[in-house]
């Protein structure tokens, strides 16, 4: 099965400790749309996080 997941958008907030679970709470509502979202930190500040759409 060849899958391709596809960024869509990407943006930086500030850290914040329940930022997972609005990240969380959007990949439950909307995996079966095709959406899947993700959150990192930023490689380059430990104060930011790094916010991912993706098509799948």
Same mark, same amino acid.
């Given at each position: 099965?060849?899958?391709? /997941?596809?960024? =869509?958008?990407?943006? &930086?907030? *500030? &850290? %914040?400790?329940? !930022?997972? *679970?609005?990240? $969380? %709470? =959007?990949?439950? !509502? =909307?995996? $079966?749309?095709?959406? =899947?979202?993700?959150?990192?930190?930023? &490689? !380059?500040?430990?104060? #930011?996080?790094?916010? #991912? /759409?993706?098509? !799948?």
């Amino acid at each position: 099965m060849n899958q391709h /997941i596809v960024p =869509l958008s990407t943006t &930086k907030l *500030k &850290k %914040a400790e329940d !930022t997972y *679970k609005v990240v $969380d %709470a =959007l990949n439950r !509502t =909307l995996k $079966d749309e095709d959406f =899947l979202f993700g959150l990192s930190l930023d &490689k !380059t500040d430990d104060t #930011t996080m790094v916010f #991912t /759409i993706y098509r !799948t």
